[in-house]
C-alpha cells in the first residue's frame, strides 16, 4: 500500500531519519508499522536495505530509497562509533529543518560546525536520552520542543572533529586543516591520542573510546582541546612531554614513545593525516638522542634530523655497505657514529653530503651510458679512452666521487668541439666516414685511429656536417685515409688477396714491388706493415709486363720450357732462389709485340703449334 505523504530525503538526511519523518507524517505509530506496509521485516536493517521493495510497496522513488540505503551503508562502515542507543540533535538544526542529520548518527561528533553549540541526546525537561522510538522527531517522549533544549558552546577541537566527520571544513576555521580525510583512519588516530593523553600513565581502557552518550564522547575528547590548541605548538609540547617521560637510554623511536607512536605511524603515513606523523619526527630529532630512520617513516626521518643511514646512502649511491665504511673510515665524507641497542653502533651521513657525493658522482658515467651518450660502440669507446680525447679513469671504483669510469662533461665537450670545428660540404654518401665507424676491424691500425681521433679533438680533420651525436658525425674518407690503411686496402687488394686472385706467388708479387715493377701503398693493419695494390696501379702493371707463368700456361707448356724457346726475349723480375732457379719472370708486352711481328713477316705463327 503506498503512503499518502511522500516526499525525497534532504541532502543531510539520515537514511533512517527519512523512515522515520515519513511514518510520522503518515500518522504511523512508530517505523516499525512502517516495515508491514512496506513488505519487509520488522528490522531497521531491512528496511533501509531493500529499497527497491520499499520503493515499490511505499509508492517512493526508486532513488529515494537508494539514497537513504548509501547513507546507512556508510553508518556501517563506523562500527560501534554508530550512534544506536539515542537521537542527538542540534536544537539551532532543529529548529531551521525538522530532519536528523547524518553525521550526527557518529558518536565522535559532537558538536555542529555550522552553529558552533554542541550537540544534545538529553532532554532538560525530564531528563532522559533523546529515545530512538518516539514518535514525532521534533518532540521528546514527554513532548518537550527540541528547538527549545540549550545552547552549550563547543569548543574548537569538538568543531574541528565533527567537521572533518561531516566533511564540512568550509564551516570552521581551525588548524589543522585537512581535506579528503579517510573516516576510520581518523577515528582510528582520534583514539589513540585520547587513550594515551598523559604521558605518565599507561593507556586507559579500549572500552573508553566507545562512549554511549555524548557527554561521554566529550569526556572522551577532551585531550584534543590541548592537543590542537595554538597549532601545531599544542602538540609539539605532548611530544616533547612523551619524550622526557619515555623510557631512558632508549636508542629507537619505537621505544622510546611506545605504542602510541607505533599506531599513528602505521595510521597517519601515507594519508592526509601524515603532519602528525612528521611533527613527531621532528620533534625527536630535535630532543632525542634516538637513532631515527630504523622503521617505515625513513624518509621523513631523514629530512628532519638532516642525516642519512650508512645502509640506505651505500644504496643511494649504488655501492655496498662495506665498502661505503672502508670510505668512511678514510674521511672521505662526513658522517656521524650513533649507538644502537647495547653495542651496536650505525653511521649516519647527512644528507646535504649525500646529495653532493650524489650530484659528483653522476658526473661520472658508466661505459653503457658513455655509449649510449655519444651513439658509438664500446670498441669505439675504449679508443676514445686510449687516445685521451675523453676524460676517463680505470680505477674509479676507487673513488667514492665516481659513479663510472668516463666523465660525462668530457663527452659532452668534445661533440661541441667537433659540431663547432665542422665545415658542412655536400659529397656523396660513399665519400663519408663517421666517428662509430673508427673501429680497428674496419680501419686496422688501434694506434692509427687514436691519431686520427686526436687530429678531430684538436681541429684538425673536420667533420662536414653536424649531427645529434658524436658518433653520427661523419668526415671525409679522403681526410681519414691519411691515417688509415683500411680504405685503401678496401679499394684495391693486399699482397696476399692478389696472390689468391691472379694465381701469382706470394714471394713474385712482393719481388715485382721491391724492384719497383709494381706500384703499391704501404699502409698499417692490425700493428703489421701492409702493402696494397690499387686498380690503377694493377692496370699499369699488366699494360706493361706478362708475367711467363700466365703466358706458359695460355700455352700449355711449363714456363721453363718456354724461356728457352725464346732466347732472344729479356726476362725481367725474376727472383733467383738459393738453388739457383729464377720464379717470377716477366716478359714486356713490347717485347712480344715486336716478336710477333717478327713471326708475321717469316709467314710463321708463333703462337699457333706446328702439325
Known amino acids: 500500500m503506498s503512503l499518502i505523504v511522500t516526499y525525497p530525503p534532504r541532502d543531510d538526511e539520515s537514511g533512517m531519519g527519512f523512515y522515520r519523518r515519513l511514518s510520522a507524517d503518515n500518522a504511523l505509530f512508530s517505523w516499525r508499522n512502517l516495515t508491514?506496509?512496506?513488505?519487509?521485516?520488522?528490522?531497521?536493517?531491512?528496511?533501509?536495505?531493500?529499497?527497491?521493495?520499499?520503493?515499490?510497496?511505499?509508492?517512493?522513488?526508486?532513488?529515494?530509497?537508494?539514497?537513504?540505503?548509501?547513507?546507512?551503508?556508510?553508518?556501517?562502515?563506523?562500527?560501534?562509533?554508530?550512534?544506536a542507543h539515542s537521537d542527538a540533535v542540534c536544537p539551532v538544526c532543529m529548529a531551521e529543518s525538522t530532519h536528523l542529520r547524518h553525521q550526527w548518527e557518529h558518536t565522535y561528533v559532537t558538536a555542529c560546525p555550522q552553529h558552533h553549540i554542541q550537540l544534545i541526546d538529553q532532554c532538560n525537561a525530564c531528563g532522559n536520552h533523546l529515545s530512538l522510538e518516539r514518535l514525532y522527531i521534533g518532540l521528546c517522549s514527554c513532548g518537550q520542543d527540541l528547538s527549545s533544549l540549550p545552547h552549550v558552546p563547543a569548543t574548537p577541537a569538538q568543531q574541528w572533529l565533527s567537521a572533518l566527520i561531516a566533511n564540512d571544513q568550509r564551516s570552521v576555521n581551525i588548524k589543522p586543516a585537512l581535506h579528503g580525510v579517510n573516516i576510520s583512519v581518523l577515528t582510528k588516530v582520534i583514539r589513540t591520542l585520547c587513550l594515551y593523553a598523559d604521558p605518565n600513565q599507561p593507556g586507559l581502557p579500549r572500552r573508553a573510546a566507545l562512549p554511549k552518550s555524548v557527554a561521554d564522547a566529550v569526556e572522551f575528547l577532551a585531550p584534543l582541546d590541548a592537543l590542537l590548541a595554538d597549532w601545531p605548538m599544542g602538540f609539539r609540547s605532548h611530544v616533547e612531554q612523551r619524550i622526557a617521560a619515555g623510557r631512558k637510554n632508549a636508542r629507537t623511536l619505537n621505544t622510546l614513545l611506545g605504542e602510541w607512536y607505533i599506531s599513528l605511524r602505521k595510521l597517519s603515513q601515507g594519508t592526509t593525516l601524515e603532519p602528525l606523523l612528521q611533527i613527531i619526527i621532528d620533534v625527536a630529532a630535535e630532543k632525542s638522542d634516538c637513532v631515527l630512520g630504523l622503521d617505515s617513516a625513513k624518509a621523513m626521518a631523514e629530512d628532519a634530523s638532516g642525516y642519512m643511514r650508512a645502509r640506505d646512502a651505500a644504496k643511494a649511491f649504488g655501492v655496498s655497505i662495506s665498502w661505503l665504511h672502508d670510505a668512511l673510515k678514510v674521511g672521505e665524507c662526513k658522517h656521524r657514529t650513533r649507538r644502537i641497542g647495547t653495542r651496536g653502533q650505525v653511521h649516519e651521513i647527512p644528507t646535504a653530503e649525500v646529495e653532493?657525493?650524489?650530484?659528483?658522482?653522476?658526473?661520472?658515467?658508466?661505459?653503457?651510458?658513455?655509449?649510449?651518450?655519444?651513439?658509438?660502440?664500446?670498441?669505439?669507446?675504449?679508443?676514445?679512452?686510449?687516445?685521451?680525447?675523453?676524460?676517463?679513469?680505470l680505477r674509479w671504483r676507487e673513488d667514492l666521487m665516481k659513479g663510472g669510469p668516463v666523465k660525462r662533461q668530457s663527452m659532452q665537450d668534445l661533440y661541441e668541439q667537433v659540431a663547432q670545428s665542422a665545415e658542412p660540404i655536400?659529397?656523396?654518401?660513399?665519400?663519408?666516414?663517421?666517428?662509430?665507424?673508427?673501429?680497428?676491424?674496419?680501419?686496422?691500425?688501434?694506434?692509427?685511429?687514436?691519431?686520427?681521433?686526436?687530429?678531430?679533438?684538436?681541429?684538425?680533420?673536420?667533420?662536414?656536417?653536424?649531427?645529434?651525436?658524436?658518433g653520427e658525425m661523419p668526415f671525409?674518407?679522403?681526410?681519414?685515409?691519411?691515417?688509415?690503411?683500411?680504405?685503401?686496402?678496401?679499394?684495391?687488394?693486399?699482397?696476399?688477396?692478389?696472390?689468391?686472385?691472379?694465381?701469382?706467388?706470394?714471394?713474385?708479387?712482393?719481388?715485382?714491388?721491391?724492384?719497383?715493377?709494381?706500384?703499391?701503398?704501404?699502409?698499417?693493419?692490425?700493428?703489421?706493415?701492409?702493402?696494397?695494390?690499387?686498380?690503377?696501379?694493377?692496370?699499369?702493371?699488366?699494360?706493361?709486363?706478362?708475367?711467363?707463368?700466365?703466358?706458359?700456361?695460355a700455352m700449355e707448356k711449363k714456363a721453363s720450357a718456354l724461356s728457352r724457346s725464346l732466347p732472344g726475349i729479356e726476362l725481367v723480375g725474376a727472383k733467383k732462389l738459393p738453388d739457383g732457379a729464377t720464379r717470377g719472370g716477366l716478359i714486356r708486352i713490347a717485347d712480344l709485340g715486336r716478336l710477333a711481328m717478327l713471326g708475321a713477316r717469316a709467314g710463321t705463327d708463333l703462337f699457333v703449334p706446328a702439325p
Open 36 to 83: 508491514n506496509t512496506a513488505g519487509v521485516e520488522r528490522n531497521r536493517r531491512a528496511l533501509v536495505t531493500h529499497s527497491e521493495d520499499v520503493a515499490r510497496n511505499l509508492g517512493l522513488e526508486p532513488v529515494w530509497t537508494e539514497t537513504a540505503k548509501q547513507k546507512e551503508d556508510q553508518c556501517h562502515t563506523w562500527g560501534q562509533l554508530h550512534r
Open 356 to 393: 653532493r657525493i650524489q650530484q659528483q658522482r653522476a658526473e661520472w658515467i658508466s661505459d653503457l651510458a658513455a655509449c649510449e651518450f655519444a651513439c658509438v660502440s664500446p670498441t669505439v669507446l675504449d679508443r676514445m679512452k686510449t687516445a685521451g680525447v675523453i676524460l676517463s679513469d
Open 426 to 470: 655536400a659529397v656523396a654518401h660513399d665519400a663519408t666516414l663517421t666517428w662509430a665507424e673508427l673501429t680497428s676491424r674496419r680501419m686496422g691500425e688501434k694506434q692509427a685511429i687514436e691519431s686520427l681521433m686526436k687530429a678531430i679533438a684538436k681541429g684538425e680533420v673536420k667533420a662536414i656536417a653536424r649531427a645529434r651525436t658524436l
Open 476 to 553: 671525409l674518407r679522403s681526410d681519414v685515409s691519411q691515417y688509415f690503411g683500411a680504405p685503401l686496402l678496401e679499394a684495391g687488394m693486399s699482397i696476399q688477396q692478389l696472390a689468391t686472385a691472379t694465381g701469382w706467388k706470394w714471394e713474385s708479387i712482393s719481388h715485382w714491388i721491391d724492384e719497383g715493377l709494381l706500384e703499391s701503398e704501404s699502409i698499417q693493419r692490425r700493428g703489421q706493415p701492409c702493402r696494397v695494390v690499387l686498380p690503377h696501379q694493377l692496370l699499369a702493371f699488366r699494360q706493361s709486363y706478362i708475367p711467363l707463368a700466365d703466358l706458359a700456361r
